[in-house]
């Protein structure tokens, strides 16, 4: 399974940014996608799940009605859209993928694949 992530970089703070997620080589049809953080120094914090089977999605109080997690089912992409990005929302940014549990989705922390992570800076 490998994931690749893009789109990080510096923003200012009420700005907006939109994460990518490319997966290869996991064809579990239903499966959970999604997002985590971590600050330096700080422990990850999951940031958005989406289940693929379902279409449902879960979000981290901390980023409800700021960050959408989306999925291109055509061209097999994840996506977090952003927006109104505050410097506590700065860290590096992974997209991680697992199975379901007990019929639903874990926390994206505990997920069993991730990517290599891109920065996102909010001053």
């Known amino acids: 399974v490998q994931l690749v992530e893009s789109g990080g970089g510096s923003v200012q703070a009420g700005g907006s940014l939109s994460l990518s997620c490319v997966q290869s080589?996991?064809?579990?049809?239903?499966?959970?996608m999604g997002w985590f953080r971590q600050a330096p120094g700080k422990d990850r914090e999951g940031v958005a799940v989406?289940?693929?089977?379902?279409?449902?999605?879960y979000y981290a109080s901390s980023v409800k009605g700021r960050f959408t997690i989306t999925r291109d089912y055509d061209k097999d992409l994840v996506y977090l859209q952003m927006n109104n990005l505050k410097p506590e929302d700065t860290g590096m940014y992974y997209c991680?993928?697992?199975?379901?549990?007990?019929?639903?989705?874990?926390?994206?922390?505990?997920?069993?694949?991730r990517g290599q992570g891109t920065q996102v800076t909010v001053s």
């Open positions: 989406l289940w693929i089977g379902g279409a449902t999605t």
């Open positions: 991680a993928a697992d199975q379901l549990y007990g019929g639903t989705c874990r926390d994206a922390t505990e997920f069993a694949y």
């Open positions: 080589g996991y064809d579990v049809p239903n499966h959970c």
